[in-house]
């Protein structure tokens, strides 16, 4: 664990006893190589005697092995003894408290990334960060953010927030800098260098000002490289791809895309800015999970109908996983083509009336909106197929095809194979993981040996810079298709549509 709490019976002194109380407390605790901190030393005194020389010592976890002395508590507080894993999102954070006696998640909640009042898209945030008054309004944010997160855990567990001893964070590299109060903007900046891509430990009094003990410990997961963070590879842990002698695929995608590609004997990554298009932003009216959203659409085939469960209150727009069924359907309807065009006179589409509406306008998919979705969606695939061409992997060898996230966990799998967000695997091989960074990190929260195995995975795994590769943006162009140029590779999306009568032999 990061932290540990240790009930301890402090010898009393005696006459010709002069052992100095801090060694004194030091001589009951198991361990040998404890670091003492100056602020727990200083109430240390007062502590034990008014303890009756019971107290409740906290030990940290921290950078090189062995423990610091964070408090000491009088009487028996062992029974109290709480962590947060943190998964800090560009555009969503998630938090779980635990019961670090126990191992078991307490309570578990989420809040939006305040930047995203700045800027919605990672990379605007990063250029902007360049100037110190940008740098500082985006890390002011963030805290906020976090700790209102922090606070929320604390009001619904009934515990005051200066009881959590220990966090870990997951992230994006970018995001970690943030959290962390470093220059992130050389990120988007050739060669893409970060400030640190294995942070290790801190404590919460070196300027973080987290609603968290003053001396709590503060793990953050290591990064591999600019865009490639500790969330992918707490999602590497969770998966457990990295044990397996089978060739699998991860993918994270949100408002960053991280996808890692192997097995036990080697791993090869890469990720880049996705942008909103698959969180909802891909449509005027898109939007995140929120009341007023359509989550699940369907369109048939033969008449084109629209047809969606409707939300309590009136319609504020569609998220992710309504905008990839309502594709998917249009695509088998006939009424886009696999370029994306819609077919016949229109070039827009209402989804719903203007009387459905909280906002009294019709909702309506313009043809600009799906050319921002087969955008991003030719990005997703050009970065799987660049990687899976660096190691000579076909699509159809692949044990798994993993995806972690909100993306995945609430994503219909035909429809994601259907424009080719998903490979044509047999559908047992296509696994949704859920939250895999807040998993992560309450995996390092809990163990050393997690962490041990984190730090080991960053020094692993090769990075691929699509920045940089040629073979990217030439696949790119072949990505931009329903559900790809080569249908080969979607045989049953082939047979579909000839089904459907919209290819032909």
């Given at each position: 664990?990061?932290?540990?709490?240790?009930?301890?019976?402090?010898?009393?002194?005696?006459?010709?006893?002069?052992?100095?109380?801090?060694?004194?407390?030091?001589?009951?605790?198991?361990?040998?190589?404890?670091?003492?901190?100056?602020?727990?030393?200083?109430?240390?005194?007062?502590?034990?005697?008014?303890?009756?020389?019971?107290?409740?010592?906290?030990?940290?976890?921290?950078t090189g092995g062995g423990w610091r002395l964070l408090a000491v508590e009088p009487g028996d507080t062992t029974a109290s003894h709480w962590g947060v894993a943190l998964d800090g999102g560009t555009t969503t954070l998630a938090a779980s408290l635990v019961d670090l006696k126990t191992g078991e998640v307490k309570v578990t909640s989420s809040g939006l990334n305040r930047q995203i009042e700045v800027a919605e898209d990672l990379?605007?945030?990063?250029?902007?960060?360049?100037?110190?008054?940008?740098?500082?309004?985006?890390?002011?944010?963030?805290?906020?953010?976090?700790?209102?997160?922090?606070?929320?855990?604390?009001f619904q567990a009934a515990i005051s927030s200066q009881e959590i001893t220990a966090l870990a964070f997951s992230g994006n590299t970018a995001m970690t800098h943030f959290f962390l109060g470093l220059d992130p903007s050389r990120l988007c900046q050739e060669p893409y260098l970060p400030v640190v891509n294995r942070p290790g430990y801190h404590r919460n009094n070196e300027g973080l000002h987290l609603a968290l003990h003053p001396e709590a410990v503060i793990y953050c997961l290591p990064s591999v490289g600019s865009y490639l963070g500790g969330d992918a590879l707490a999602g590497i842990l969770v998966s457990g791809i990295h044990r397996q002698e089978a060739v699998s695929l991860l993918v994270d995608i949100g408002t960053n895309a991280e996808i890692v590609l192997g097995n036990r004997e080697w791993l090869i990554a890469a990720a880049g800015a996705a942008g909103p298009a698959l969180e909802g932003g891909v449509m005027a009216a898109g939007m995140r999970a929120a009341p007023g959203v359509i989550e699940r659409i369907r369109v048939d085939p033969i008449t084109g109908a629209i047809d969606y469960h409707p939300p309590k209150g009136k319609v504020k727009g569609l998220c992710g996983s309504a905008v990839v069924d309502l594709l998917a359907g249009l695509l088998l309807a006939g009424i886009i083509d696999r370029a994306g065009r819609f077919t016949g006179e229109r070039d827009y589409l209402e989804i719903v009336p203007a009387s459905a509406t909280a906002t009294g306008e019709p909702l309506i998919l313009s043809q600009?909106?799906?050319?921002?979705?087969?955008?991003?969606?030719?990005?997703?695939?050009?970065?799987?197929?660049?990687?899976?061409?660096?190691?000579?992997?076909?699509?159809?060898?692949?044990?798994?095809?993993?995806?972690?996230?909100a993306f995945g966990e609430h994503m219909d799998v035909e429809a994601a194979v259907t424009l080719g967000l998903y490979p044509d695997l047999p559908r047992e091989r296509l696994l949704a993981l859920g939250n895999t960074s807040l998993a992560g990190a309450r995996l390092a929260l809990l163990a050393q040996e997690a962490r041990q195995e984190l730090e080991d995975l960053s020094q692993r795994i090769t990075y691929v810079e699509l920045n940089a590769s040629k073979e990217f943006m030439d696949r790119f162009t072949g990505g931009q298709f329903f559900p790809h140029t080569d249908l080969s590779l979607y045989p049953t999306v082939r047979q579909r549509l000839l089904t459907l009568g919209l290819l032909k032999e």
């Open positions: 664990m990061l932290t540990r709490k240790f009930s301890l019976e402090v010898p009393r002194p005696r006459p010709g006893d002069n052992l100095a109380d801090t060694e004194r407390c030091l001589a009951a605790l198991p361990f040998k190589d404890v670091e003492t901190t100056l602020s727990a030393l200083r109430h240390l005194p007062e502590t034990l005697r008014r303890g009756n020389w019971r107290v409740t010592v906290t030990l940290g976890a921290r990379l605007t945030r990063l250029q902007l960060s360049g100037e110190p008054e940008g740098r500082e309004r985006l890390i002011r944010l963030f805290r906020e953010s976090v700790n209102w997160l922090l606070q929320e855990l604390a600009q909106d799906v050319k921002n979705f087969i955008r991003t969606k030719g990005a997703v695939t050009a970065a799987v197929e660049t990687l899976m061409g660096a190691v000579g992997i076909r699509p159809q060898e692949l044990e798994y095809f993993l995806v972690a996230g």
